[in-house]
């Protein structure tokens, strides 16, 4: 019988956590709550008593396991260390070191969540089959991940990825999340979609079917009327794809990546998002012959718990 590995998501709401075969067959995956009180001290130990837990469920013994890799919503530096995780309470800690001991030393590894996911991608899902890819998570933000050579792209600081906060568009008044101005994350993410289409309603008078919407507009609704024709929603995602198709050529041009893989609720949208990307990314990539593949994620949420068990197979 061949050793196991185990994947670990840890969201704000949720901790997914998912047993595989090193051949990425995932045999079992479970549910346990966050608790971020008290800073979230109790996040780990709740993660190493489940895994015992289930494994024990499984009839695996700790050591027929190869290790487990754990994702965070936070930077990771290449060493392990994450500066802050703000959605957990969590300050200066080394999260795969600590649970490593409360494991009996099993080997840990750990990384950003959304680059997680792009590894993830790559071994099983929307990028299989190619070595270098860029993922872009098109959710309530924008995130993304680096992964050249099988190997995450995590930076010197942890940074490596943050796509949704690429500055675009210059002109931009109101601020990001983040405190700049002019971030992807602001047009492209679903609720960047939507404050394009208000702004769209606000500055005409046309007519248009998202207006039966009014503020309440959602992402979906702008897609599902750009889909049938409308106009107002076709000029919003019109602007929505020249700015996703200005940072993916930017991207194109450092990481050089084989595909870029679309994940995130708006990417439900299917090919016809990807060949509205792809018409404004030509205009913008003008290099080489060459072109990245633009395709769609295909693991869903569970890509976090793919991606953390594929990091322990290195």
Not at 163 to 180: M, Q, W
Not at 184 to 208: C, H, N, V, Y
Not at 216 to 229: C, P, Q
Request: hydrophobic residues 40%; aromatic residues 4%.
């Amino acid at each position: 019988m061949g050793k196991k590995c185990v994947g670990v998501d840890v969201g704000g709401t949720t901790v997914k956590i998912g047993l595989f075969e090193e051949s990425g067959e995932l045999l079992r995956k479970w549910e346990i709550p966050t608790r971020s009180e008290n800073h979230g001290a109790a996040i780990l130990g709740d993660i190493a008593a489940s895994i015992r837990e289930e494994l024990e469920k499984e009839g695996v013994e700790l050591s027929d396991v190869r290790g487990v890799g754990i994702g965070v919503p936070g930077p990771v530096t290449a060493d392990g260390h994450v500066p802050r995780c703000v959605n957990l309470g969590w300050g200066s800690c080394y999260p795969g070191q600590e649970l490593s001991v409360m494991l009996d030393g099993i080997p840990v590894k750990c990384a950003n969540d959304a680059n997680a996911a792009a590894l993830g991608e790559m071994w099983q899902g929307g990028g299989k089959g190619y070595k270098d890819i860029v993922m872009i998570t098109l959710g309530t933000g924008v995130g993304g991940g680096v992964v050249i050579d099988e190997k995450i792209i995590a930076g010197k600081h942890g940074l490596g990825g943050e796509i949704g906060h690429i500055h675009v568009r210059e002109g931009e008044t109101e601020r990001c999340n983040c405190g700049g101005m002019g971030c992807l994350e602001q047009t492209a993410s679903a609720t960047g979609i939507a404050r394009e289409a208000r702004k769209f309603m606000a500055g005409s008078a046309r007519p248009s079917v998202l207006r039966e919407f009014g503020d309440n507009v959602t992402a979906k609704d702008v897609l599902d009327a750009a889909k049938a024709g409308d106009r107002i929603a076709l000029e919003v995602m019109d602007i929505v794809c020249h700015y996703l198709g200005v940072a993916l050529a930017a991207i194109a041009q450092i990481a050089d990546p084989e595909i870029f893989v679309i994940g995130g609720g708006v990417s439900k949208a299917g090919p016809y998002l990807t060949d509205m990307i792809q018409e404004h990314y030509e205009k913008s990539l003008t290099l080489s012959d060459y072109r990245p593949v633009i395709g769609l994620a295909k693991l869903g949420n569970d890509a976090g718990i793919y991606g953390s068990a594929r990091l322990v197979l290195d």
